[in-house]
């Protein structure tokens, strides 16, 4: 599974190393491509997952706005619900293509 921007791949795994929560594919860490994203400064906290972290993506020298998260120290009854640790894996907007790698 791949998501790409704009043609760019942001991150490229075997669907099933992603984690699907509330509709949306975390990627495990090691198949985000870093070159690509630097992160942002907005803010966000869930209620049952913790404070995440969001990232634009470079592409060109053009920096497009909050097309990821991740949320690196989720909380603990998080994982928990979900059942597996997703700290530090990376989903992506809906504005992010995701495709059949």
Not at 35 to 43: N, V
Not at 56 to 75: C, F, R
Request: proline fraction near 10%.
């Amino acid at each position: 599974m791949r998501a790409v921007l704009d043609g760019h791949v942001l991150a490229e795994s075997p669907e099933s190393e992603t984690i699907r929560i509330e509709g949306n594919f975390y990627f495990p860490p090691s198949s985000v491509n870093t070159e690509a994203l630097r992160e942002s400064t907005t803010p966000y906290t869930c209620p049952w997952k913790g404070r995440s972290q969001y990232f634009n993506a470079v592409i060109g020298g053009t920096e497009v706005p909050d097309v990821a998260w991740s949320y690196p120290d989720p909380l603990p009854r998080a994982s928990a619900v979900v059942g597996a640790d997703f700290a530090g894996y990376v989903a992506f907007a809906p504005r992010v293509t995701l495709e059949a790698s």
